[in-house]
């Protein structure tokens, strides 16, 4: 993006002066590359695929849901493949409608965890059950993550969980899936969330004997925390500014402050069956000091308007819980703070040079196509272009199977009438 401000005049209050003021700087993802006439075009195929696949999904949950009564372990199987189908229907929108470069890099902590596969895909090595934390930017930062679980090896896109606003589950098809998924919906009142965020993290720590548990015999596990609570904007700045100076304590320029009550209660409630929290610095390229990527990266310019970030970028590090001091909440808030302050210097970082700090460390067996071996370049896509056909496959079998029995029925009633 070209960094030169370039000058236009603009009319004085005093005559005979001429004032220069500074035209806007372009946008960061380009210039608008669909007018309006494709960006119904696209929103229409946009909207049809998106309704497409997750009535199909639904319907398929709902198909299943009966296996609760019969088998829960099975149960949570087959919500496990729907929800890897959630997870293939994300990728597959972002690669189709707005196509993004990501960088994935980290510290010597997640050393020979993040590697880039021959055809330059990137491949995560995390264990199968952690808790994933993450400063929170735009309102996609979610599918990023989702597409993280994604790229592991092994899957983990069909074992992700969420805290979302309970706002979220009322809205129609959407809210019943992720319901079926186990999010978990707070409504950011303490004496409400509480008992529903205890209740999922007991089931996320029961020991199961079915086709998902391990060794341990607990089921595969990735629970994603945003601590600031919601996206960093010129509003959330204000207020997280106003309440360090009420605390007494200092605020960051690039994340908001954490809160640490969920955080805090939720390692508690998983402690002893979760042994690392992995942390995910994300910023988004091209955001000028002082504006903030919810303003530039609306879901209708990067799906609509062609105009995504020019780099998704995701620095990780590894914490382990046992040594977090879980057994006094103050001590921990003031370790989740210093997190975020290491944070806001690691977003400094990249808004000085464009990038995070490297550690040779972090990325291991990269492929010469990464820079020096120390960050993966690669994209949003899908490993293979036919698990598309994943999202599916499911409802295929279950009407094919209805169509075959309601072909036996008939013949068998045909038959029995014409004895008659």
């Not at 009966?66 to 372990?73: A, Q």
């Not at 209740?199 to 996320?204: A, E």
């Not at 499911?394 to 009438?417: C, P, Q, T």
Request: proline share 5%; charged share 20%.
């Amino acid at each position: 993006m070209d960094t030169e401000l370039r000058q236009r005049v603009k009319s004085s209050p005093v005559p005979g002066i001429e004032l220069a003021e500074e035209e806007p700087k372009g946008h960061p993802g380009g210039e608008i590359k669909h007018g309006a006439a494709v960006q119904i075009v696209r929103f229409l195929l946009f909207i049809t695929y998106f309704q497409g696949c997750c009535c199909s999904i639904v319907a398929t949950q709902f198909i299943g849901a009966p296996l609760y009564w019969f088998n829960s372990d099975l149960y949570y199987a087959y919500m496990a493949l729907t929800k890897q189908s959630f997870g293939i229907f994300v990728t597959t929108l972002t690669q189709w409608w707005a196509p993004t470069p990501v960088r994935v890099s980290g510290d010597a902590s997640v050393a020979g965890q993040i590697k880039q596969t021959e055809d330059g895909r990137v491949e995560l090595n995390f264990p199968g059950r952690v808790v994933l934390i993450g400063n929170h930017q735009i309102y996609s930062d979610w599918l990023y993550f989702w597409w993280a679980a994604y790229t592991n090896n092994p899957q983990m896109h069909g074992h992700i969980y969420i805290i979302l606003k309970e706002s979220l589950s009322y809205v129609p098809v959407i809210g019943w899936g992720m319901r079926f998924y186990g999010f978990v919906f707070m409504s950011r009142k303490m004496a409400t969330d509480q008992p529903r965020l205890a209740h999922r993290l007991q089931k996320l720590r029961t020991v199961h004997a079915g086709p998902m548990s391990g060794t341990s015999g607990l089921d595969p596990m990735w629970l994603l925390l945003f601590p600031e609570g919601t996206n960093l904007s010129a509003n959330t700045r204000k207020k997280s500014a106003a309440w360090a100076e009420k605390q007494g304590i200092k605020d960051f320029e690039h994340v908001l402050l954490p809160r640490s009550t969920g955080t805090f209660f939720c390692l508690n409630e998983l402690k002893g069956t979760v042994d690392y929290v992995y942390d995910c610095t994300v910023a988004y390229g091209g955001i000028p000091r002082g504006e903030y990527g919810q303003d530039l990266y609306s879901l209708r310019g990067m799906y609509l308007q062609g105009r995504p970030p020019p780099s998704v970028n995701m620095y990780w590090r590894r914490f382990t819980v046992a040594d977090m001091p879980l057994d006094d909440h103050e001590k921990f808030e003031l370790w989740l703070r210093e997190r975020w302050h290491e944070k806001d210097l690691l977003l400094e970082h990249f808004v000085e040079h464009g990038s995070f700090p490297t550690d040779k460390a972090a990325v291991n067996g990269a492929s010469s196509g990464a820079a020096k071996g120390e960050v993966v370049e690669t994209e949003v896509k899908l490993g293979h272009w036919y698990e598309v056909f994943n999202i599916f496959i499911m409802l295929a079998i279950f009407a094919l199977l209805a169509n075959m029995l309601a072909r036996v029925w008939n013949k068998a009633l045909w038959g029995r009438s014409s004895v008659f």
